[in-house]
């Protein structure tokens, strides 16, 4: 503890201010600090959350600095804002990734050495804010690093959940789901802005009436009125001072809402009036491209929405602009149709709150909404039961069927009264029930459409929109996804991050294309080495996690081969495993057989109420009992599931992979964002030709893309043919037999029940295909594991892969989105410099 204090600065310099110095001296004196005056303690009775809250409030300073220069600069200079709508938002932990943004990770790995702790062991108390499902939510947190890096002025909409994405565990095999309770230590990198708040209404009846000027009226009388507060989290740029806000709404009681009650003595009913409100914002809904039709999820989603329009309509006011201009000042991105209710709510506060005329309104709603569209797959695209709706927003239900009539006043000339036409642009579908299609809706109030690759949006354009690119083609775009570098590379792979700045510099970080440089280094013998070597450091750590979170030794010496995202039929984790069941059986028909070590890694959640998919973590377990235990694999395979797939876990794993599986059936995986992230960290790809994987294959050459399957065209052909599942499972020997395997209870001590559904499912419907698949993916793993001994030609395809990945960087579809939807430009940002 001496040191401590021998340690402490006694003089900054003068330019150094303890909240805001970058010197090391600076920001010890600011973790001391905040250890006596935020924690109230003194090191010898401080706890390692004392510590890492020091530092994460050292760290808070320095962004907020640059967040009030941010925004005192936005709205001093009336520049155009983007604002992103999202339900979801996986961010992952903030400090590292603010260390490096700030560019101080060094001196703050130093600062904290000197005072006697280890900056590893605070990184890892973070709890991360799993606000997310998986690639969208991902997705959004990607945009708004680059955004910020970008130098773009934007807000980031959505919701406080109070429990985000469950935490899973393995028991016995099975996922067992636990609650995320991530504020339960509180929450350094928030700020809550009590001041900052909305009314919203929900349930209820409208009135009508004439007023005094003659004008039609309505009045939304709600059933109940919660109230939104914000909770603003800094997003800071890569080495720039642009600092923009992540607005989450928490929903609230009214302050006054109980009195009645209270006062007449009915305690109870205010109580739980209480908790209604609160409960809008309580957990996330853990449901991926699912939609489950709930009430309680469509208010979440009006409540996000109205809280952000009314927010940004304040903004816009403000600034001493009328209301007709809103679009003037403000670009909104829908991410998917969770916000789409927003053109319906925009419509209401112009019309009923403002006062525009309908024409007036739609205008400015057309020209201020964009809509990305993510998914193809039917029981992703979000409906709405008509009078649900009209219970929760019966103004909105009003207003939706005006939108609708006049919407299709107009198509009904534009498609020559084509009744089929014209029932699929409806917003309203008509059917036993009636319902709302939120699609039609984002399309029809939204001046911009995109998918999210190249072979997506064309999917779009020639399927699920098809009626829609035919009316509007004007509005159709493709914007393929990108992630950041910043997370996915300098802060996931730190060695491999300083062999690639070695060679050509650091300017790549923020300009990834630069990686073409590392091309020239791809035959060097002696790169390649230390290449691989940084690969092999990677892997030993991932297999030192493994022990300790599975207890599954493995070998760092074999083929990686990585299988993370949600767990989905789709996405098809089952065809992998039946992979690995058909390598242990030659195995065990000939256990002296020559074959390349391989280790399994799965991760990913899979919806709770998804039993095929919880189905299919049993199945990986199972076989991973009676593949790592049998002495005749001789420790040459491994499976291995990785508990709790997350940001954090996903940081570990993409450095070690060798192979990135990415095998969904062609024409489901509307883009994929892990395909990018691992071949970004040298993996190669064993893939389908579907989502980004078309596009990755094209930048990185076929030569160095394992590539087999089914195309989307096949795919739809052999369904529209009649597709017999059964026929595969005859022809090839090795699938039967892991498919009898499996039934038989071979991997389940000998319950021939708990795999049934699933075998059922495979053998006579099997709707993604896995069995028309499997020879081809069988066949083309050989060439992988081929490949794989040669080291280095393996070693240059590894390279390659990187030195090709800069079409994939967020910086770049942020680029795209700001030029051709948003037309926004960058505003840089000053710090004044005060002494
Ligand atoms: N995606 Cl609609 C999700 O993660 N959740 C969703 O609800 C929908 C889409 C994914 C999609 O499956 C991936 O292919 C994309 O890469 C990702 O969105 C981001 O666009």
């Known amino acids: 503890k001496e040191k401590l204090e021998d340690s402490t600065p006694k003089q900054l310099s003068q330019s150094e201010d303890a909240r805001t110095g970058l010197s090391v001296e600076a ?37 907020l600095q640059r967040w009030v220069a941010s925004v005192k600069q936005y709205l001093d200079g009336r520049h155009r804002i ?31 050495q000197e005072l006697g702790i280890n900056l590893q062991w605070l990184l890892d108390k973070e709890v991360e804010p799993g606000l997310g499902n998986g690639g969208l939510g991902r997705l959004a947190a990607c945009y708004m690093d680059s955004l910020a890096t970008l130098e773009v002025p934007a807000i980031g909409y959505g919701i406080r959940y109070q429990f985000g994405i469950f935490e899973q565990e393995i028991r016995n095999g099975w ?10 230590r509180g929450n350094p990198w928030e700020i809550a802005r009590r001041e900052l708040n909305y009314e919203v209404k929900l349930g209820g009846y409208v009135q009508h009436y004439i007023d005094r000027d003659g004008k039609f009226r309505s009045n939304w009388i709600p059933e109940l009125t919660v109230k939104g507060v914000a909770y603003d989290t800094p997003i800071l740029g890569y080495k720039v001072n642009t600092t923009n806000t992540l607005r989450l709404w928490k929903s609230e009681a009214p302050k006054s809402f109980d009195f009645q009650s209270f006062n007449s003595g009915n305690y109870n009913n205010a109580v739980n009036q ?20 709930k009430i309680l999820r469509l208010q979440q989603q009006y409540f996000f929405v109205s809280c952000s329009l009314q927010d940004m309509i304040g903004i816009h006011l403000r600034q001493g602009d009328k209301i007709e201009d809103f679009n003037v000042n403000f670009a909104i991105q829908l991410n998917d149709t969770h916000p789409a209710i927003a053109i319906a709510e925009m419509m209401r506060l112009l019309v009923d709150e403002y006062d525009l005329e309908w024409v007036d309104a739609w ?17 992703a695209l979000e409906t709405w039961d008509l009078e649900l709706f009209g219970s929760v927003l019966p103004r909105h239900l009003e207003l939706i069927y005006e939108i609708n009539r006049r919407f299709l006043d107009e198509v009904t000339i534009k498609v020559f009264g084509n009744n089929n036409k014209i029932n699929s642009l409806s917003i309203i579908g008509e059917g036993p029930r009636k319902f709302i299609k939120m699609a039609n809706l984002a399309c029809a109030g939204s001046f911009a459409i995109n998918g999210v690759a190249a072979l997506h949006t064309d999917l779009l354009k020639s399927t699920v929109l098809k009626d829609w690119y035919a009316l509007c083609p004007e509005k159709f775009s493709n914007k393929t996804n990108g992630v950041t570098p910043r997370r996915w590379l300098v802060l996931s792979n730190p060695k491999l991050t300083s062999l690639i700045s070695s060679k050509i510099g650091e300017s790549w970080i923020k300009h990834l294309e630069e990686l073409k440089q590392l091309e020239a280094f791809a035959d060097d013998p002696e790169f390649q080495l230390a290449w691989m070597g940084v690969k092999y450091e990677m892997k030993k750590i991932l297999c030192n996690r493994i022990l300790n979170k599975t207890g599954i ?27 690995v069941i058909a390598l242990y059986n030659r195995i065990k028909k000939n256990p002296d057989i020559e074959i390349v070590p391989r280790t399994f890694i799965y991760a990913g959640k899979a919806a709770p109420g998804y039993k095929m998919a919880k189905l299919i973590i049993k199945l990986i377990n199972s076989v991973g009992e009676i593949v790592n235990n049998d002495p005749d694999v001789r420790d040459r395979l491994k499976v291995v599931f ?24 062609a024409g489901k995986e509307a883009s994929g964002t892990g395909n990018m992230k691992l071949s970004m960290n040298g993996a190669l790809t064993i893939g389908t030709l579907d989502g980004a994987n078309v596009e990755i294959r094209e930048v990185v050459g076929e030569e160095n893309f394992f590539l087999f399957g089914l195309t989307a065209e096949e795919v739809a052909k ?3 043919e009649g597709y017999n599942p059964y026929g595969y499972y005859l022809e090839n020997e090795e699938l039967k037999m892991a498919i009898d395997q499996i039934a038989s209870g071979y991997f389940s001590h000998l319950d021939d029940t708990i795999f049934k559904d699933l075998v059922d499912n495979l053998l006579y419907h099997d709707p993604f295909m896995v069995l028309a698949d499997f020879t081809s993916y069988v066949t083309c793993q050989e060439k992988a594991a081929l490949a794989f001994q040669d080291k280095k030609s393996w070693a240059k395809m590894s390279i390659l892969n990187t030195a090709r990945m800069g079409k994939f960087s967020s910086d770049r579809s942020i680029r795209e989105y700001c030029d051709d939807i948003w037309k926004v430009k960058s505003v840089s940002v000053h710090l004044d410099v005060k002494d």
């Not at 604002?83 to 703050?108: D, M, R, W």
């Not at 409960?279 to 039709?293: A, C, F, H, Q, R």
């Open 27 to 63: 920001l010890k004196k600011a973790i001391f600090n905040n250890l006596f005056y935020v924690q109230g303690k003194y090191p010898e009775i401080a706890t390692r959350n004392d510590y890492y809250m020091s530092l994460a409030y050292a760290v808070r300073d320095r962004l």
């Open 82 to 112: 983007v604002s992103y709508l999202s339900a979801e938002y996986l961010l992952g932990p903030h400090l590292a990734n603010n260390l490096i943004n700030l560019g101080i990770y060094k001196e703050v790995e130093q600062a904290t």
């Open 175 to 184: 996922q067992v789901e636990d609650t995320d309770n991530w504020l339960r």
């Open 274 to 293: 209480k908790i209604v409100c609160e409960n809008i914002s309580k957990v996330l809904y853990p449901n991926d491209e699912t939609v489950s039709g």
């Open 363 to 379: 205008r400015v709603t057309t020209r201020t909404f964009a809509y990305t569209n993510h998914t193809l797959l039917p029981e």
């Open 553 to 579: 030794k493995i070998n760092p010496d074999s083929l990686f081969d990585v299988h993370v995202k949600r767990i989905h039929e789709y996405k098809r984790q089952h065809l992998n495993i039946l992979h």
């Open 642 to 665: 990785y508990p709790n797939y997350n940001v954090s876990n996903a940081q570990v794993i993409y450095p070690a992979a060798d192979l990135s599986i990415q095998i969904s059936t």
């Open 718 to 720: 052999k369904k529209k």
